[in-house]
Protein backbone atom coordinates (compact mmCIF):
# COMPACT_ATOMS: atom_id res chain seq x y z
CA UNK A 1 0.00 0.00 0.00
CA UNK A 2 1.44 3.34 -0.78
CA UNK A 3 -0.19 6.94 -0.57
CA UNK A 4 2.13 9.28 -2.34
CA UNK A 5 1.40 12.78 -1.44
CA UNK A 6 2.11 15.96 -3.73
CA UNK A 7 4.63 18.01 -3.22
CA UNK A 8 5.29 21.16 -0.61
CA UNK A 9 3.20 24.42 -0.93
CA UNK A 10 3.93 28.00 -0.46
CA UNK A 11 0.46 30.64 -0.07
CA UNK A 12 -0.06 34.09 0.58
CA UNK A 13 -2.97 34.56 3.18
CA UNK A 14 -6.64 34.37 1.75
CA UNK A 15 -5.23 32.37 -0.79
CA UNK A 16 -6.23 28.04 -1.43
CA UNK A 17 -4.53 25.51 -1.58
CA UNK A 18 -5.03 21.66 -2.86
CA UNK A 19 -3.22 18.44 -1.73
CA UNK A 20 -3.33 15.65 -3.36
CA UNK A 21 -2.96 12.13 -2.44
CA UNK A 22 -2.61 8.96 -5.07
CA UNK A 23 -3.06 5.70 -3.37
CA UNK A 24 -2.10 2.31 -4.69
CA UNK A 25 -2.16 -1.50 -3.41
CA UNK A 26 -5.14 -1.47 -2.52
CA UNK A 27 -9.11 -1.30 -3.38
CA UNK A 28 -9.56 2.43 -3.37
CA UNK A 29 -13.11 2.31 -2.92
CA UNK A 30 -12.68 -0.17 0.64
CA UNK A 31 -11.16 2.31 2.97
CA UNK A 32 -11.90 5.63 3.83
CA UNK A 33 -9.71 8.53 3.43
CA UNK A 34 -9.07 10.91 6.58
CA UNK A 35 -7.10 13.88 6.51
CA UNK A 36 -5.32 15.14 9.32
CA UNK A 37 -2.71 17.86 10.14
CA UNK A 38 -0.28 19.11 12.38
CA UNK A 39 0.66 22.73 12.97
CA UNK A 40 4.27 23.29 14.31
CA UNK A 41 5.00 21.76 17.43
CA UNK A 42 1.37 21.07 17.82
CA UNK A 43 -0.46 17.37 17.83
CA UNK A 44 -1.90 15.60 15.21
CA UNK A 45 -6.08 17.58 14.06
CA UNK A 46 -8.05 15.51 12.62
CA UNK A 47 -9.87 17.47 9.59
CA UNK A 48 -12.52 15.07 8.31
CA UNK A 49 -13.45 12.14 6.05
CA UNK A 50 -14.16 11.44 2.46
CA UNK A 51 -15.97 8.02 1.38
CA UNK A 52 -14.30 7.26 -2.26
CA UNK A 53 -17.67 5.13 -2.68
CA UNK A 54 -19.71 7.81 -2.76
CA UNK A 55 -17.79 10.87 -2.32
CA UNK A 56 -19.60 11.01 1.22
CA UNK A 57 -18.04 13.80 3.75
CA UNK A 58 -17.18 14.57 7.11
CA UNK A 59 -15.95 17.58 8.19
CA UNK A 60 -14.43 19.02 11.75
CA UNK A 61 -16.56 21.45 12.71
CA UNK A 62 -13.17 23.67 13.35
CA UNK A 63 -13.00 23.26 8.74
CA UNK A 64 -16.87 24.04 8.05
CA UNK A 65 -16.99 25.89 5.17
CA UNK A 66 -13.14 26.20 3.95
CA UNK A 67 -12.39 22.66 3.45
CA UNK A 68 -13.44 20.56 0.55
CA UNK A 69 -12.71 16.80 0.25
CA UNK A 70 -12.88 14.87 -3.21
CA UNK A 71 -11.97 11.51 -4.09
CA UNK A 72 -11.30 10.20 -7.80
CA UNK A 73 -11.76 6.78 -8.18
CA UNK A 74 -10.82 6.54 -12.00
CA UNK A 75 -7.11 7.73 -10.77
CA UNK A 76 -7.41 6.29 -6.75
CA UNK A 77 -6.42 10.37 -5.90
CA UNK A 78 -8.12 11.86 -3.05
CA UNK A 79 -7.96 16.01 -2.56
CA UNK A 80 -8.39 18.71 0.34
CA UNK A 81 -8.47 21.78 -0.74
CA UNK A 82 -8.24 24.89 1.91
CA UNK A 83 -9.46 28.42 1.19
CA UNK A 84 -9.21 31.78 3.03
CA UNK A 85 -5.63 30.17 3.90
CA UNK A 86 -4.52 31.93 7.78
CA UNK A 87 -1.08 31.45 8.27
CA UNK A 88 -2.25 29.73 11.73
CA UNK A 89 -2.99 26.91 8.57
CA UNK A 90 0.58 25.73 8.63
CA UNK A 91 1.56 22.65 8.64
CA UNK A 92 2.17 19.37 7.80
CA UNK A 93 -1.00 17.87 5.84
CA UNK A 94 -1.54 13.92 6.29
CA UNK A 95 -3.50 11.95 4.06
CA UNK A 96 -4.74 8.63 6.03
CA UNK A 97 -6.42 5.45 4.22
CA UNK A 98 -8.63 3.40 7.06
CA UNK A 99 -10.65 0.17 6.54
CA UNK A 100 -12.98 1.12 8.87
CA UNK A 101 -11.66 -1.62 11.43
CA UNK A 102 -7.90 -1.95 12.84
CA UNK A 103 -6.06 -1.55 9.64
CA UNK A 104 -4.85 2.14 7.96
CA UNK A 105 -2.17 3.61 6.36
CA UNK A 106 -0.57 7.43 6.10
CA UNK A 107 0.65 9.25 3.37
CA UNK A 108 4.27 10.53 4.09
CA UNK A 109 3.11 14.50 4.46
CA UNK A 110 1.96 17.57 2.54
CA UNK A 111 4.08 20.89 3.96
CA UNK A 112 1.89 24.02 3.76
CA UNK A 113 3.13 26.98 4.66
CA UNK A 114 1.13 30.29 4.58
CA UNK A 115 3.12 33.48 4.55
CA UNK A 116 3.48 37.12 3.31
Known amino acids: VQLVQSGAELRNPGASVKVSCKAS????????IDWVRQAPGQGLEWMGRIDPVDGHTKYAQKFQGRVTFTADTSTTTAYVELSSLKPEDTGVYYC??????????WGRGTQVTVSS
Open 25 to 32: GYTFTSYY
Open 96 to 105: NAWDGDYLDY
